[in-house]
């Protein structure tokens, strides 16, 4: 069974807390950052199981120091919509070098827990794992795994070392294979309907143009205004902006046209990433 619009991941962490590190080890590539930041960048991750097959869109952020903005922006009403198709959270963070920093971990997990309750009710029913990072500062401060679990737990969050290979002695996946092993055995049904192109005006649009990247595109288009607030007239500047985004998309189909298979794919994959950049 193919999930044709599933929930998404929200992949976060502080600056330098190894997200994208994660992602590449669980999804064979990352995204670019076009900035110091990984804030507002997208990915996706394909997944097959022997019950269904999906590709997941992958949401990226930061946490900001202090957590206070953050935490506001996403407890407002209007933050509801993008928390009800969120399907899973890994919150990753550097290995502590001392206690203090054991306490902003807890405070971003705690900022987390809090907003999914906020909108979800408690424990909501996305899964939350808490990944733990290499840290190249050394000597780290070594705390037992048993200790991780009990902290991560007391917010909702499953303990997971990045750096743990094979299985435990309980014979469970450890490591970023049982960062795969949980997004598996998720509930992924459930998210929003998004934008279709495979409709029979656009035969063929969705595969050639990477219908997908737009999709996430549009989506964090509307997250971003959604939480921010945005009064009449700028909300009115957002529906030109996507507007004309939308006529540049169908001016690059239209140039497409007539080329053969191979190179329009190449065509189209280059111009929707220009236009994601701009976007």
Not at 16 to 33: F, I, R
Not at 66 to 74: I, N, R, T, V
Not at 83 to 108: M, S
């Amino acid at each position: 069974m193919e999930i044709r619009n599933p929930r998404r991941i929200l992949a976060l962490g502080a600056p330098d807390s190894g997200v994208l590190q994660l992602l590449k080890d669980l999804t064979g590539t990352a995204p670019e950052p076009t900035t110091d930041s990984t804030a507002g960048l997208s990915h996706t991750y394909p997944l097959t199981t022997k019950y269904y097959t999906a590709t997941l869109p992958i949401w990226l952020d930061e946490l900001p120091s202090p957590l206070s903005d953050w935490a506001a922006e996403f407890s407002k009403p209007e933050a509801r919509e993008v928390i009800q198709v969120i399907g899973a959270y890994i919150f990753c963070f550097r290995k502590p070098v001392k206690q203090d920093h054991v306490e902003v971990i807890k405070d971003g997990m705690k900022a987390i827990a809090d907003i999914i309750e906020k909108h979800m009710g408690y424990g909501g029913d996305a899964v939350c794992l808490a990944v733990g990072m290499p840290q190249s500062t050394t000597p780290f401060l070594d705390m037992p795994v048993e200790e991780w679990e009990e902290a991560c737990m007391e917010y909702g969050f499953e303990y997971v070392d990045f750096e743990a290979k094979g299985k435990n002695e309980f014979g469970e996946e450890r490591g970023v294979k049982r960062v795969e092993e949980a997004l598996k055995a998720n509930d992924w049904e459930g998210g929003d309907e998004g934008l279709d192109f495979d409709d029979e005006d656009g035969e063929g649009f969705g595969d050639s143009f990477k219908a997908e990247e737009l999709e996430m595109g549009v989506e964090l288009f509307g997250m971003k205004g959604a939480l921010h607030g945005v009064d009449e007239e700028e909300e009115q500047a957002q529906v030109e902006e996507l507007e004309g985004m939308m006529r540049r998309m169908i001016a690059i189909k239209d140039m497409g046209e007539g080329m053969p298979e191979a190179e329009r794919k190449r065509f189209a994959a280059k111009a929707v990433n220009d236009l994601m950049k701009d976007f």
